[in-house]
């Protein structure tokens, strides 16, 4: 156990259907540096995991989107999962909270189908990411520059590929968020994004 991270707070957005691999190991790896983490679903009770296609574990929801704020936590993580992003994009608590993470600099790490997220709050234009290959055209099309790297870091925002990339993502996860607030993060093109939709 490390303690690059003591004294953290890590929101896990996940709703069900989410990848359990992509939630269960960074969360792991969260811990074991020091952080505190909770699950933050759109619904209380439980959201299911799935192994690809095949119905995995449930997790234990923490606090709904509803109940939280930008202020609660000191970074976010998102997994991937098909369903769980697409869950995400369309709730417009999860929404605006991930959009006011990124706007106050903390640091973001999403992997998989999870940029899902950085499309509909408009944090990917202008921003290079990877992701799953099926969001290359949609990260494209939101003005982002998509990459095909096991890990790609742009000011604090960490993206990965799939679960193969846990192991880097995880690396990289953990130094951006000990870095904390990326105060030269440039979030006009949010702001531009948010008042034209």
């Excluded at 709703?15 to 969360?27: I, K």
């Excluded at 899902?116 to 520059?145: C, F, K, Q």
């Excluded at 742009?154 to 679960?163: C, F, W």
């Excluded at 130094?175 to 994004?193: I, L, M, Q, Y």
Aim: with cysteine; charged share 30%; net charge negative.
């Amino acid at each position: 156990m490390t303690n690059e991270l003591q004294g953290k707070k890590v929101a896990i957005l996940a709703a069900d259907m989410f990848e359990q691999v992509e939630l269960v190991e960074p969360r792991k790896a969260l811990e074991g540096a020091g952080a505190t983490t909770e699950i933050v679903s759109i619904h209380d009770g439980e959201i299911q995991g799935f192994n690809h296609f095949d119905p995995a574990d449930t997790v234990k929801v923490d606090r709904t989107v509803e109940e939280v704020s930008a202020d609660d936590y000191d970074a976010l993580l998102i997994p991937g999962g098909v369903g769980n992003p697409d869950q995400l994009r369309g709730d417009e608590h999860a929404v605006n909270f991930t959009r006011e993470m990124f706007e106050a600099k903390k640091p973001l790490a999403v992997i998989c189908h999870g940029p899902w997220m950085l499309v509909e709050t408009g944090i990917a234009r202008g921003r290079t990411l990877t992701s799953w290959p099926t969001l290359r055209t949609d990260i494209r099309n939101a003005g982002g520059n998509w990459v095909d790297e096991e890990v790609v870091v742009d000011e604090g925002v960490v993206t990965s590929r799939k679960p193969d990339d846990i192991p880097a993502f995880n690396a990289k996860m953990i130094e951006e968020f000990a870095e904390g607030r990326h105060e030269d993060r440039d979030t006009s093109r949010v702001h531009a994004e948010t008042a034209a939709s």
